[in-house]
């Protein structure tokens, strides 16, 4: 039986957060590496001339001082500096060892010298090359920059910003012209699904409106058969959840983008206005409201995030535990963040199921919407609403049952 590959190892995570705007003073850019490496390589290169020079020089003194081009045979001798010791008079074979010795110290400190000086050239031209290799870095780099600037003002969802960068058909033209390629067609994409969204509203809104108009009608009459009533009851309320169905796929095709139009929403009131409508379906399961709610000022859509605050206060009261429980909304500002936290007592459970429950048409041990609780595109849209603000939700299993749901949002 052979035997079952190895799950792919997931890779490293960064040592920094990329989108953390205060980033570490020395993270390792293409920038300060390539510096590194032309200074580097130019810091070894000049201690290796230095080296070799040093060395062809003390060869060449020391050739040429191991023996005196003259001989002094007699005479007398007066010292000019205080460092060569002469005899003043003495043979000529005292004299001559003095005079090679004097030779010899003298090699000695002008090899002294010029290591010095080129210690002191190397330094210097060192600090030059890095300075060059930082700013010729910098200046090669400088269209990557360009599209990550880009990049991120696309991000904001501007995707009609393009790189168009100007210069040689090089590596970096043929990538920011990629970019800009693979932008254009992100852009008419874009354009299709929000005239999609805009046709599908219309185009299955009314339908299902006329159906509705037309079932109550028939149900305002007295006269109906009641077989025809109960159908009619039976009816209005598939169509109701079809309505239900349709708001919810087109709320989720809107929120999938970033929310460009921004103003001060305070999630205190957001989820205070949720709360008040499902006090009445709480207090029909016998569920307790609770919670604390302090002030925590987003910036974002007050329709959006309202709808994160409702979805997920309705799926606390509907997956409860009946008479007994309680659902606690709180609301706070932590560590630069707003949060909003929904949790509530109800069955248990498993961990492995969570990411499960925040998949369109997807519930607890459910492939597909199968209840009256709703259509299955609550926790999708609170998601979604949750990323277009660049937030995140985060679900954990409750002990004793239930779940904690934590919205986290940037102030």
Same mark, same amino acid.
């Given at each position: 039986?052979?035997?079952?590959?190895?799950?792919?190892?997931?890779?490293?995570?960064?040592?920094?957060?990329?989108?953390?705007?205060?980033?570490?003073?020395?993270?390792?850019?293409?920038?300060?590496?390539?510096?590194?490496?032309?200074?580097?390589?130019? %810091?070894?290169?000049?201690?290796?001339? /230095?080296?070799?020079?040093?060395?062809?020089?003390?060869?060449?003194?020391?050739?040429?001082?191991?023996?005196? *081009?003259?001989?002094?045979? =007699?005479?007398?001798?007066?010292?000019?500096?205080?460092?060569?010791?002469?005899?003043?008079?003495?043979?000529? #074979?005292? /004299?001559? #060892?003095?005079?090679?010795?004097?030779?010899?110290?003298?090699?000695?400190?002008?090899?002294?010298?010029? /290591?010095?000086?080129?210690?002191?050239?190397?330094?210097? @031209?060192?600090?030059?090359?890095?300075?060059?290799?930082?700013?010729?870095?910098?200046?090669?780099?400088?269209?990557?920059?360009?599209?990550?600037?880009?990049?991120? $003002?696309?991000?904001?969802?501007?995707?009609?910003?393009?790189?168009?960068?100007?210069?040689?058909?090089?590596?970096?033209?043929?990538?920011?012209?990629?970019?800009?390629?693979?932008? #254009?067609? /992100?852009?008419?994409?874009?354009?299709? $699904?929000?005239?999609?969204?805009?046709?599908?509203?219309?185009? @299955?809104?009314?339908?299902?409106?006329?159906?509705?108009? @037309?079932?109550?009608?028939?149900?305002?009459?007295?006269?109906?058969?009641?077989?025809?009533?109960?159908?009619?009851?039976?009816?209005?309320?598939?169509?109701?959840?079809? =309505?239900?169905?349709?708001?919810?796929?087109?709320?989720?095709?809107?929120?999938?983008?970033?929310?460009?139009?921004?103003?001060?929403?305070?999630?205190?009131?957001?989820?205070?206005?949720?709360?008040?409508?499902?006090?009445?379906?709480?207090?029909?399961?016998?569920?307790?409201?609770?919670?604390?709610?302090?002030?925590?000022?987003?910036?974002?859509?007050?329709?959006? %995030?309202?709808?994160?605050?409702?979805?997920?206060? &309705?799926?606390?009261?509907?997956?409860?535990?009946? =008479?007994?429980?309680?659902?606690?909304?709180?609301? #706070?500002?932590? $560590?630069? &963040?707003?949060?909003?936290?929904?949790?509530?007592?109800?069955?248990?459970? *498993?961990?492995?199921?969570?990411?499960?429950?925040?998949?369109?048409?997807?519930?607890?041990?459910?492939?597909?919407?199968?209840?009256?609780?709703?259509?299955?595109?609550?926790?999708?849209?609170?998601?979604?609403?949750?990323?277009?603000?660049?937030?995140?939700?985060?679900?954990?299993?409750?002990?004793?049952?239930?779940?904690?749901?934590?919205?986290?949002?940037?102030?």
């Amino acid at each position: 039986m052979a035997a079952t590959p190895a799950p792919p190892q997931a890779p490293p995570k960064p040592t920094w957060d990329p989108r953390d705007p205060v980033r570490p003073l020395l993270r390792p850019t293409i920038r300060i590496r390539l510096t590194l490496l032309y200074g580097g390589m130019f %810091l070894i290169a000049g201690i290796l001339l /230095l080296s070799i020079i040093y060395l062809f020089t003390a060869q060449a003194l020391g050739d040429s001082a191991s023996e005196l *081009p003259f001989k002094v045979v =007699e005479g007398k001798v007066q010292p000019t500096t205080s460092w060569c010791q002469l005899p003043v008079q003495g043979t000529g #074979e005292q /004299l001559n #060892e003095a005079v090679s010795a004097c030779l010899q110290h003298q090699r000695d400190l002008a090899l002294d010298d010029l /290591l010095r000086r080129s210690l002191f050239a190397l330094l210097g @031209l060192s600090i030059i090359a890095f300075a060059f290799g930082y700013a010729m870095a910098g200046r090669v780099l400088s269209p990557l920059g360009r599209i990550t600037r880009t990049a991120r $003002q696309v991000a904001g969802s501007d995707l009609a910003r393009r790189i168009e960068l100007d210069g040689p058909d090089d590596e970096l033209k043929e990538l920011a012209d990629t970019f800009d390629e693979m932008l #254009e067609r /992100l852009e008419r994409a874009f354009t299709a $699904q929000q005239r999609f969204v805009a046709n599908a509203s219309h185009e @299955l809104r009314t339908p299902l409106a006329i159906n509705r108009t @037309l079932l109550e009608v028939h149900l305002s009459d007295p006269g109906a058969p009641v077989e025809l009533q109960q159908l009619g009851k039976t009816l209005l309320a598939t169509n109701e959840r079809s =309505e239900q169905l349709v708001e919810g796929l087109l709320l989720l095709a809107r929120s999938d983008n970033q929310i460009v139009e921004r103003k001060p929403v305070d999630l205190a009131e957001v989820a205070s206005r949720a709360i008040d409508q499902v006090r009445a379906e709480a207090a029909a399961k016998g569920a307790e409201i609770r919670g604390e709610r302090d002030v925590a000022v987003v910036q974002g859509n007050g329709v959006l %995030l309202e709808r994160i605050a409702l979805n997920l206060v &309705q799926n606390a009261v509907r997956y409860n535990v009946g =008479e007994g429980g309680w659902v606690e909304v709180t609301t #706070e500002t932590e $560590q630069g &963040q707003a949060v909003l936290v929904v949790s509530n007592t109800g069955p248990v459970v *498993p961990a492995y199921e969570i990411d499960n429950l925040f998949e369109p048409f997807r519930r607890l041990r459910q492939e597909r919407t199968g209840s009256d609780k709703g259509v299955g595109l609550g926790l999708s849209i609170a998601r979604s609403v949750a990323r277009a603000h660049g937030g995140r939700i985060i679900a954990e299993p409750r002990e004793g049952g239930g779940l904690v749901m934590r919205v986290t949002l940037p102030i």
